[in-house]
């Protein structure tokens, strides 16, 4: 009867809404009785971190990793329950529980999922929230450190910092990203040109399967392990920690940052800069951010565009290297400024006039353009000529974009270095440089943001011809559900996932399509963009 009544149109939607409340409200009470179950030894335990919309502190917990406002409306789904387990055992107990009683599992450690895949769904879901996984262990002797996946990379840093400022990891710039989302997803770093990206250098992990099981790398098998890092999360399994090498930072760090707008040749500057920064020496990470601004001459908005260098080493050695291969940039000396490494992640992340001890507040909320934004992203492995920038510059310059930055970040180094196929993440050799595109708005229009996502994909359609091809790749972690999706239930053939399967991993996918048949045959862990199971 149910069926029928939703084959029809308009007439019987409440119905069909009402059956759908009613089967959720059944699973969510069934679910918790599960729970408690599961191991009634610990029922008591696990009764204090379970969160549903009765409890008094369940916005307050659901709000508080949610880095994207976009997905933070009267309309956007909510979970049935949030679990923040303090054991292995609360996340044994949920998934078993999500199983028995058809709920989805979403898996949350920093909440920077740019399309929220961490807390939102569109079918019944639980979220498992990180946020007590976060212990920091560092091995200083053996440069090893064993780090959860509910931990934000400013705690990570300052950690690591506390026992040597020489170590640290090669995590992300912004200090509230959650560690587990950052390496599953091919995370990168101010020191990813030295040492690649975050998943280049784990070497063990601690996992839970679908039935439960808990794996480190020896009983995962190298295919599985090898997914992991890179194939992005709530695909294979949960990832509880992860063993990372540590690498060296020495004493003294320089960045130099110089402004230049389209009146002081920011078009000339960047087209020539897209054939210095690959090039230059493993120790310096460069980015361009561009974004508008009122000009100081007769007050209309102009482009500007923002060029950053930092540089594991003095001054005196960046200098000379700077004159030599990028002299038209005009930097003076006055544009130098040497620090420490923790210093220079509290400059990167505008958090200049704070102490580190501020890398340690994982509700510090930084938002990079505004609380509500979406986020595309392109490699490129041709420079840009002139004219194509100059065609970019009159689109910032529209009204949608007034809240609007492209960063531009500098491949070569450590990541030529890679083969492709050492992780999921193929952005490797022959890569100049990545573009993320972001565009902004205010909480007030969250309820209608259509014409700045509709500007977005203008941009993204106006690149198209100048950007890597066959497929266009994308960047996993700057995650963008317009390039494919699975169904809103996360199913999806092999064939309609490689959409967009392939621009995040290029011939990757096949093999974690694979992993996923061998880890999780039923796709228990799914959502929009999973990565689905291939059998032979």
Known sequence: MKSLYCSLPFLFVVVCSLSWVNASANSHENFLDCLSSYHPQESSSISKVIYTETNSSYSEILESSIQNYRFFTTNTPKPL?????LNISHVQATIHCSKKHGLQIRIRSGGHDFEGLSYVSQVPFVVIDLVHFRSIDVDVENEE???????????????????????????AVGHTVGIGGFISGGGYGLLFRKYGLAADNVIDAMFVDANGRVLDRKLMGEDLFWAIRGGGGGSF????????????????????????????????LLHRWQYVAPNLPNDVYSVVSISTTNSTENGERTVVATFVSVFQGG?????????????????????????????????????????????????????????????????????????????????????????????????????????????????R???????????????????????????????????????????????LNYRDLDIGR???????????????????????????TYVKAKIDPENFFRHEQSIPPRFH
Do not use: C
């Open 81 to 85: 329950v949030i679990v923040t387990p």
């Open 429 to 475: 050799k022959g890569t100049l440089y990545k573009i993320s595109y972001y565009v902004g708005w205010q909480e007030d229009d969250n309820s209608k943001p259509q014409r700045y996502i509709s500007w977005i994909r203008k941009v993204y359609k106006y690149m198209g011809p100048f950007v890597s091809k066959y497929p266009r790749e994308a960047y």
């Open 237 to 268: 399994g949960i990832v509880l920690s992860w063993k990372v090498k540590l690498v060296h930072v020495p004493s003294t760090v320089t960045v130099a940052a110089v402004r230049r707008t389209l009146e002081q040749n920011a078009t000339q």
């Open 486 to 512: 699975n169904n809103n239930e996360g199913k999806a053939s092999y064939k309609q996932a490689s959409v967009w399967g392939r621009k995040y991993f290029k011939e990757n996918f096949d093999r974690l």
């Open 315 to 427: 001054a005196n050695e960046l200098i000379p290297l700077m004159q030599e291969r990028f002299p038209e940039l005009g930097l003076v000396r006055e544009d130098y400024i040497e620090m420490t490494w923790i210093e220079s992640i509290l400059l990167l992340t505008g958090l200049t006039n704070q102490t580190s001890e501020v890398l340690l507040d994982r509700s510090y909320k930084n938002f990079f353009l505004s609380p509500s934004f979406k986020g595309k992203s392109d490699y490129m492995r041709k420079p840009m000529p002139e004219i194509v920038i100059q065609g970019l510059w009159s689109r910032l310059l529209e009204d949608e974009a007034r809240i609007s930055t492209l960063n531009i970040i500098a491949y070569g180094g450590k990541m030529d270095e890679i083969p492709e196929t050492e992780t999921p993440f193929p952005h």
């Open 145 to 171: 450190a064993w780090i959860q996946s509910g931990a934000i990379t400013g705690e990570v840093y300052y950690r690591i910092n506390e026992r040597s400022t020489n170590l640290t990891f090669p995590g």
